[in-house]
């Protein structure tokens, strides 16, 4: 039993990645980081696969796309993405679903609790993407504030509240 449930969590975590690779179509071009639906893909990952699983989803999509499948938003690819300026996010995702996960495996279906992981998170994400958003441009925190986050945030809104009800309403019914 014990192994088929196993088995369960990792086509799941493949479901999840495939997922994120689908929500990440979903944008608005913007330079020289696209507003996709990916994050709440990666939320809700970590909210129904916990930590361990949902974490091994975000893992698997960085895989794929570093192999060449067109998975990252825009249809790009390749190691290339990861050294774009997106690329500290796209390896925040990970951190992102870990964060979350654990969120949703310590407080269960508790929403304002998942809103906080979600947005713990989500700031994880934000933070090395800016991190690596700076060292490769060599722009400034507050320039890159401007350009990776603020245009962000109320959409993240969104996604961290829609995830959390999603994460609180179906939950145990996912587990099952």
Same mark, same amino acid.
């Given at each position: 039993?014990?192994?088929?449930?196993?088995?369960?969590?990792?086509? *799941?975590?493949?479901?999840?990645?495939?997922?994120?690779?689908?929500? %990440?179509?979903?944008?608005?071009?913007?330079?020289?980081?696209?507003?996709?639906?990916?994050?709440? %893909?990666?939320?809700?990952?970590?909210?129904?696969?916990?930590? @361990?699983?949902?974490?091994?989803?975000?893992?698997?999509?960085?895989?794929?796309?570093?192999?060449?499948?067109?998975?990252? *938003?825009?249809?790009?690819?390749?190691?290339?993405?990861?050294?774009?300026?997106?690329?500290?996010?796209?390896?925040?995702?990970?951190?992102?679903?870990?964060?979350?996960?654990?969120?949703?495996?310590?407080?269960?279906?508790?929403?304002? @609790?998942?809103?906080?992981?979600?947005?713990?998170?989500?700031?994880?994400?934000?933070?090395?993407?800016?991190?690596?958003?700076?060292?490769?441009?060599?722009?400034?925190?507050?320039?890159?504030? %401007?350009?990776?986050?603020?245009?962000?945030?109320?959409?993240?809104? %969104?996604?961290?509240?829609?995830? *959390?009800?999603?994460?609180? @309403?179906?939950?145990?019914?996912?587990? @099952?």
């Amino acid at each position: 039993m014990e192994s088929k449930n196993k088995l369960r969590q990792q086509v *799941s975590a493949a479901l999840f990645a495939a997922l994120t690779a689908v929500f %990440a179509q979903l944008a608005i071009p913007i330079n020289p980081v696209p507003i996709t639906l990916g994050t709440l %893909a990666v939320l809700l990952a970590g909210g129904f696969l916990g930590k @361990k699983y949902g974490t091994l989803s975000m893992l698997l999509y960085v895989l794929l796309g570093v192999l060449g499948i067109p998975v990252f *938003s825009m249809m790009r690819s390749g190691f290339a993405a990861l050294v774009g300026p997106s690329g500290g996010f796209i390896i925040g995702f990970i951190f992102m679903a870990l964060i979350m996960g654990l969120t949703a495996e310590l407080f269960g279906e508790h929403y304002g @609790k998942l809103c906080i992981g979600g947005i713990i998170g989500t700031a994880a994400c934000y933070l090395l993407g800016i991190i690596w958003f700076v060292i490769l441009t060599g722009k400034g925190i507050q320039s890159a504030l %401007a350009v990776c986050v603020i245009p962000f945030l109320p959409g993240d809104a %969104a996604k961290i509240l829609i995830a *959390s009800f999603l994460i609180k @309403k179906y939950r145990k019914i996912v587990l @099952k």
